[in-house]
């Protein structure tokens, strides 16, 4: 480890300690948006890791993103849920946008996230209903986009339409927050991670200059592809990865804590218990290890990148449902009150099944690729 990633993840434990942990109850109980958090996170330059050190950023890739964001699922799912959006939209950014909006990406002024999914194509965000047309100067965008996180705290969103005139399914824009004719229409109200402030966003005759297209016109299905989704799907594993990681800890805490009054032994004398203790460690180092492997294979463009990439997701999604339910089982009664976490850590990580592409969907394309069949 070098001198300047000792540096980092020393800020990132003392940031995540110090104010993620300790906000963490109150953005899941109020369902607020994790302000203090971000905010460290931005003055401790942790939210540049996808730029390059040209613009301020780390310049530590795909693998120092996930060690960030896993490290800040252990105590808080939303914050890293919003450190996941910012990191795909800054990955874009820095492929395409002007140096002055990544240099922006790289402090943190500007907060990234995207802004694909909606109700039309479900699962399929690559192939939007969203529109665009040119006049004049300036193009016009219409949409009804359903799930957009960071919603309203945003800086601005990385966008996709369909083309203006080119081929292929879609198109990729910068579009600000604050553009008239945008609106979140409704608070975000979840099952879990509470604080990612994930709604609905419409575009009403929004214009934009031909400047804010990302790539070109009809690229943005190979930005999605190439880069927004080994890099969400990477990011994503790596959150539900932290939350395991935290649910095992808290688990096997509370059932070496805890004992029967009558015998003195604690729940973790009990063979049962450990043996579900041993289950979730198991899948919880199963599902580390194929991330792990997923981001060795980005990094050195193995030719089973891509099966690595749809397979690393789909394994903690599924895994972590097993893996809580587990936590769940152990802790009982106390799994239910909100002093451990575990329930708040169930309810964060059944959204990895359901955010696009969902888990059955991720089937289907592994399931293609093991047949040799073509994805789309």
């Not at 219409?142 to 960071?150: C, D, G, L, P, R």
Request: net charge negative; charged share 20%.
């Amino acid at each position: 480890m070098t001198a300047n990633a000792q540096h980092h993840q020393e800020v990132l434990e003392q940031v995540c300690s110090e104010t993620i942990a300790a906000t963490a109850p109150v953005v899941d109980r109020n369902g607020a948006f994790p302000e203090k958090s971000i905010e460290a996170l931005k003055a401790a330059g942790l939210l540049g890791a996808m730029s390059a050190p040209e613009v301020g950023g780390l310049g530590i890739g795909v693998a120092g993103a996930a060690a960030i964001t896993g490290r800040v699922a252990q105590e808080c799912g939303s914050t890293a849920m919003v450190l996941c959006m910012h990191y795909c939209g800054a990955a874009v950014l820095e492929a395409h946008a002007s140096e002055a909006v990544r240099r922006a990406a790289a402090s943190g002024e500007h907060l990234s996230t995207l802004a694909f999914s909606e109700a039309g194509t479900r699962s399929h965000f690559w192939a939007p209903v969203s529109t665009a047309h040119s006049e004049g100067d300036t193009v016009i965008l219409n949409a009804q986009k359903s799930w957009v996180t960071s919603a309203s705290r945003a800086t601005a969103y990385v966008w996709s339409s369909k083309p203006l005139q080119a081929e292929g399914p879609s198109t990729i824009w910068l579009v600000p927050a604050k553009a008239s004719g945008i609106a979140v229409t409704s608070p975000f109200e979840g099952l879990g991670l509470r604080g990612n402030d994930s709604s609905p966003v419409n575009a009403k005759d929004v214009r934009v200059p031909h400047s804010a297209m990302l790539g070109s016109d009809g690229e943005g299905f190979d930005i999605m592809m190439g880069i927004v989704l080994p890099v969400f799907n990477v990011l994503t594993a790596a959150c539900v990865v932290g939350l395991m990681e935290a649910a095992v800890r808290k688990t096997a805490e509370h059932a070496s804590s805890t004992r029967y009054s009558d015998t003195g032994s604690a729940l973790a004398d009990l063979p049962t218990i450990r043996s579900y203790i041993a289950r979730m460690r198991v899948k919880t180092d199963m599902s580390r290890t194929l991330l792990d492997d997923t981001i060795a294979a980005l990094e050195t463009n193995r030719g089973d990148t891509m099966l690595r990439v749809l397979e690393c997701k789909a394994a903690a999604g599924e895994t972590a449902t097993e893996v809580l339910d587990l936590a769940m089982r152990v802790c009982g009664g106390a799994a239910y009150r909100n002093h451990l976490a575990v329930e708040r850590y169930f309810r964060d990580t059944r959204a990895a099944g359901i955010m696009a592409p969902t888990t059955d969907v991720l089937y289907d394309f592994i399931g293609k690729a093991a047949c040799s069949l073509p994805l789309f």
